[in-house]
């Protein structure tokens, strides 16, 4: 009898050393997650932090991991990173490499940090696509998680009631987690994780471990978003909330910088519009802002997201750009000239040509300079060589 109590005594003992040990495990997991996501005030490297950690073997080891952020003023919930393989061969490749390399979540985050970030996976451009409402009818699960609060575990039955929501068609998962990440009991974004090649069950300890990730996780994001709007706030045009004049220089010393590292082109184009004084003088300069304000959103809209939309000064804009030649450029810059055109601003029959035009000069590295002034020294050269060919047109020598 008091054998078979020491035994059972034993197994006990293994039992809670076991759960010491994951518990530290765990412990150690969040620690060094949380102490990465402190690294950075910049909200994609945040993301990928966040979903390394959710996927990586060193950290909680799920295949996959979608991070969608709640667009408060769109009242959408976006898209915003996907990692994971879309096969089991890649699947391999990628666990074998970071096995055989000894990567640690640190390499892995370091990976990210110095990497050309331009080469995106489908998976990753699938869940970029993904824009889905807050409302409780049409948004779906994500407006479930946002809505509620509460994390979900869905499989089977409960899994085949939303086989028509896009994230599930996205993931054609057998069973996934759904975690909200909050910052001051406000959901901001969702975690989604699956495990789509291994298989392997979602258990209660990973969800919980999931619940303490996105806590601190909703937390970086938020003050990440904080930190961008105080940037925007301190770098914007008070009028066209564009890029103002002195972070388009940074911009461009910047991305020069990253085009000579990367042997790409890169293209500067300088716009003023066309008799703007006649317009201002006329009209007015409660006029004159609100047509700089309607061309500068334009100019944003029709841009690619990649460009930089500055506002030079005045009524001049400058968009830098990046890894863009010369002959691409000009059919972009063609292309907003034609756009300018169809705009109808308000009064524009005022003007010489009846209606508000631009006149754009275009310069490109490495044949136009090398440095900052010399590309916007070329680029204004050929802004007065199309003024003076009679304005309404585009020029690059």
């Not at 699960?141 to 509460?150: K, P």
């Not at 103002?244 to 042997?263: D, I, M, R, S, V």
Request: negative net charge.
């Amino acid at each position: 009898m008091l054998k078979l109590a020491t035994v059972e005594t034993n197994e006990d003992l293994n039992k809670i050393k076991e759960e010491l040990e994951r518990t530290k495990m765990e412990l150690g997991i969040l620690y060094e997650i949380s102490n990465a996501m402190r690294t950075t005030l910049k909200l994609d490297e945040i993301l990928y932090i966040i979903l390394t950690g959710v996927t990586a073997h060193i950290g909680l080891g799920f295949n996959r991991a979608i991070l969608f952020l709640v667009n408060e003023k769109e009242k959408i919930i976006e898209g915003k990173m996907g990692f994971g393989p879309e096969s089991g061969e890649e699947a391999n490749r990628i666990w074998t490499q970071i096995e055989q390399e000894k990567m640690n979540l640190e390499d892995l985050i370091n990976a990210y940090k110095t990497s050309d970030k331009t080469i995106e996976s489908g998976f990753n451009k699938q869940v970029k696509r993904l824009r889905l409402p807050v409302h409780e009818q049409n948004g779906g699960l994500l407006a479930l998680g946002v809505l509620d609060g509460m994390p979900l575990l869905l499989s089977g039955e409960n899994l085949q009631k939303y086989r028509d929501d896009p994230v599930i068609q996205l993931l054609r998962s057998e069973e996934l987690a759904l975690i909200p990440l909050k910052a001051k009991d406000k959901v901001n974004g969702i975690i989604v994780a699956d495990n789509l090649i291994t298989k392997k069950a979602i258990s209660k300890d990973d969800i919980r471990m999931l619940r303490m990730l996105a806590n601190q996780a909703g937390l970086a994001v938020e003050n990440s978003q904080l930190y961008e709007k105080t940037v925007m706030r301190a770098h914007s045009d008070s009028l066209t909330e564009l890029w103002n004049h002195g972070y388009f220089q940074y911009l461009l010393q910047t991305e020069l910088e990253k085009t000579k590292a990367t042997k790409a082109p890169l293209t500067l184009m300088l716009i003023d519009i066309d008799f703007f004084k006649i317009y201002n003088d006329t009209l007015g300069h409660q006029a004159g802002d609100k047509a700089l304000k309607e061309l500068a959103q334009l100019l944003k809209n029709q841009s690619r997201k990649m460009d930089y939309v500055c506002r030079y000064g005045g009524e001049e804009f400058s968009i830098i750009l990046p890894q863009t030649e010369k002959k691409e450029a000009f059919l972009i810059a063609e292309r907003l000239r034609q756009d300018i055109i169809k705009l109808r601003f308000c009064n524009e029959g005022i003007l010489p040509q009846k209606q508000l035009t631009v006149s754009i000069g275009l310069s490109s590295f490495p044949e136009d300079g090398e440095a900052p002034s010399e590309l916007i020294n070329a680029s204004d050269r050929n802004l007065y060589q199309a003024k003076h060919q009679g304005k309404n047109t585009t020029c690059c020598t």
